[in-house]
């Protein structure tokens, strides 16, 4: 059970598209794990550097970033997503202007587990 909810956070976050980001929240309820965005958390903890995962692009749901300001991870998502054309502003990405709003085919076709 463990190995699917991991996929399915995982595969989910790759949908995230380059300019944008997604809440642990939204991760979670994409991936048909309502509820669960420690979960999402836990899991982007825990993943490997060879996992080529988009981790940078998923932030709180008030848009802040999760790391400590002033840490070294908080520093690399910032560059991250800098780098991507997302504005980050005192650790925080404005949602209304970045978040990810998945269309209908992503949600028909590339969420489906």
Not at 2 to 19: D, M
Not at 91 to 106: A, E, F, L, S
């Amino acid at each position: 059970m463990a190995e699917k909810q991991q996929y399915q956070i995982y595969h989910t976050i790759n949908l995230i598209p380059e300019g944008k980001v997604a809440s642990y929240g939204q991760i979670a309820d994409l991936a048909g794990l309502p509820r669960r965005a420690r979960l999402v958390g836990y899991y982007l903890k825990h993943c490997q550097a060879t996992e080529n995962l988009k981790w940078h692009r998923v932030i709180k749901s008030s848009g802040q970033i999760a790391f400590p300001p002033g840490s070294e991870r908080a520093k690399v998502q910032s560059e991250n997503l800098a780098m991507e054309g997302v504005v980050v502003k005192n650790g925080r990405v404005n949602m209304k202007k970045y978040q990810w709003t998945p269309d209908i085919t992503d949600i028909l076709y590339k969420l489906k587990f």
